[in-house]
């Protein structure tokens, strides 16, 4: 049982990808991170000996994840904890984190991130599927703070040049589609994310960004409710913020809701 300063691999796994999970915060040294370089979905990496330069920038809550969840962990914790962040520490650490089976991110592919330590990231605007879905994820799972940028489709490999931005779901580059795979499928295997949830996902993202409803029942509605969107808000911004919910939906129903259905029967049922 973990203590009250720390959580349980379990539990951490049931509010990583939600919009209240935690800032995950990766304190491992760089000799320990070599060891096994992934990060815990979301994580961002600091050094634990300069916590007091950057605890500040910490808002909400927090768990710290070092190589065994001890000393550095705990130690960076209570500084947390000092500083009015409610922080807990990963029981056992990240090596207890990857014996659980949690899905980890290599950090090879991360995109470096910008003076303000978030990934930046381009694309066509006017998004349907395939570029509110992409943007999901990454917030949810790899990067949470990330900048996505919306403009006309001739001028996204000049932003990505100019803004150092990483371009995605446009032709000739890497986070693209891939045969019969969307850009979200690529994203989801090339982050590490796979999963029963996620990929059960992934094929209802696929289906409604190729045109392909034969894929699976939830393809039609996922297709539906992204037109609708599409149509409600000018502003591509606006219309991600109202994307992130319906994937959050999506998402929870894929992980834990698949097999429920609705029934409210009549009080004349049998008559």
């Not at 509010?15 to 760089?30: C, H, L, S, Y």
């Not at 000996?49 to 070092?66: M, N, Y």
């Not at 659980?100 to 290599?106: E, N, Q, Y």
């Not at 446009?170 to 295997?189: A, I, K, P, Q, Y």
Request: net charge negative; charged share 25%; with cysteine.
């Amino acid at each position: 049982m973990p203590s009250y300063l720390e959580i349980s691999p379990d539990k951490l796994n049931r509010i990583i990808g939600t919009p209240n999970a935690p800032v995950m915060i990766d304190v491992r040294t760089d000799e320990d991170f070599a060891l096994d370089p992934r990060l815990v979905p979301g994580s961002i990496r600091q050094g634990h000996a300069d916590v007091g330069t950057w605890a500040k920038s910490i808002h909400g809550s927090a768990v710290i994840v070092c190589r065994r969840g001890r000393k550095l962990s705990h130690g960076v914790a209570a500084y947390l904890r000092h500083e009015g962040v409610d922080s807990e520490v990963l029981e056992g650490g990240f090596e207890a984190w990857i014996s659980f089976g949690g899905i980890a991110v290599p950090s090879d592919k991360l995109p470096p991130r910008d003076d303000q330590g978030r990934t930046v990231w381009v694309t066509r605007s006017r998004p349907k599927i395939d570029r509110i879905a992409c943007p999901w994820l990454i917030r949810r799972f790899v990067d949470p703070s990330a900048v996505f940028l919306f403009v006309p489709a001739t001028d996204v490999a000049l932003v990505a040049d100019c803004f150092g931005a990483v371009p995605f779901d446009v032709e000739n580059v890497f986070w693209s589609d891939r045969g019969e795979l969307c850009t979200f499928d690529v994203m989801v295997e090339e982050f590490g994310l796979t999963s029963e949830p996620m990929n059960r996902l992934a094929t209802i993202v696929r289906g409604a960004d190729t045109d392909r409803p034969d894929l699976a029942p939830e393809v039609a509605g996922l297709l539906a409710a992204s037109l609708g969107l599409s149509r409600m808000f000018n502003d591509d911004l606006e219309q991600l913020d109202a994307g992130m919910l319906l994937y959050d939906a999506f998402f929870r129903w894929s992980r834990d809701a698949t097999g429920e259905t609705h029934n409210w029967p009549s009080s004349k049922a049998g008559q």
